[in-house]
Nanobody, 113 residues
Framework: QVQLVESGGGLVQAGGSLRLSCLGY????????MSWYRQAPGMQRELVAS???????NYADSVKGRFTISRDSAKNTVYLQMNSLTPEDTAVYYC???????WGQGTQVTVSS
């Protein structure tokens, strides 16, 4: 049974940083492309960042230069380092497989101005 468990969300002031973690069970992250999505209230879920098996990354224009996706294969964990946060980054953040077959439960990120 595959399970993705996110953590690391919270309340932060604008300009601050957070690191989200996604721990995987039943799925080997180094063999699977992974992504982070977010969904703000009243908005569609959007792709934030993705990481290929080979380590290539891709980011939404809105987060380029501020967010970094990475993977620790030993811990079977994918991270999203978020810097220079703005209120527009407020959303529930989800990790998911690239195929979008498996999703985590989401973690809330709130950025205050």
């Amino acid at each position: 049974q595959v399970q993705l468990v996110e953590s690391g969300g919270g309340l932060v002031q604008a300009g601050g940083s957070l690191r989200l973690s996604c721990l995987g069970y039943g799925l080997i992250f180094r063999l699977n492309p992974m992504s982070w999505y977010r969904q703000a209230p009243g908005m569609q879920r959007e792709l934030v960042a993705s990481l290929t098996v080979g380590g290539s990354t891709n980011y939404a224009d809105s987060v380029k230069g501020r967010f970094t996706i990475s993977r620790d294969s030993a811990k079977n964990t994918v991270y999203l380092q978020m810097n220079s946060l703005t209120p527009e980054d407020t959303a529930v953040y989800y990790c998911a497989t690239e195929t979008r077959r498996y999703w985590g439960q989401g973690t809330q990120v709130t950025v205050s101005s």
